[in-house]
């Protein structure tokens, strides 16, 4: 008995440090798609999705993803102001949360980022992350509501393209 007890273990733990070095990392993704907004996700704008006609923009997929939750480009039907979102269940999050807090945490070291936390006192905090120039350029939203309801509770990252940074900043 306590040779298979100690075998369980055995197997049980190393199963558990493969899947956390099988865990993909988002951080060269996220700093991939920051590059893509200095240039209004041009390169990497896929086909129509759907109408967005209260904002008169349209969703479109993306011929580069970073590979988790839901991910789009909403542009303006007419002009270059576009911005990247990227939408997955709080429940799955963790990984991609990590490396975004992370990269976000990294640069605010160099100087090259700055951040504010916000909460609304109803589940959503929003980290603003701005650049040098005080542009902002993403932001971090997570929301948590105790209801029983998955649905209602995610994570999401927005990142703002250069044409919509401007016209933000004006």
Do not use: W
């Amino acid at each position: 008995m306590r040779k298979f007890l100690l075998s369980f273990l055995i197997i049980t733990l190393s199963l558990v440090v493969h899947e956390a070095r099988a865990q993909k990392d988002y951080k060269p993704g996220l700093l991939l798609m920051l590059q893509y907004s200095d240039a209004d996700f041009k390169s990497i704008l896929g086909s129509k999705l759907s109408e967005e006609p209260d904002i008169e923009s349209a969703n479109y997929d993306l011929t580069e993803k970073l590979g988790i939750g839901s991910e789009t480009i909403i542009k303006g039907n007419n002009s270059d102001m576009t911005f990247y979102t990227c939408t997955i269940s709080l429940i799955n999050a963790g990984k991609l949360i990590t490396d975004a807090l992370e990269l976000a945490n990294d640069y605010a070291k160099k100087g090259i980022f700055t951040g504010e936390d916000f909460s609304d006192g109803k589940g959503k905090t929003v980290t603003v992350i701005k650049n040098k120039e005080g542009h902002e350029i993403m932001k971090l939203i997570s929301r948590y509501v105790k209801d029983d309801t998955e649905e209602n509770n995610y994570f999401a990252i927005v990142i703002y393209g250069k044409s919509l940074r401007m016209k933000r900043a004006e």
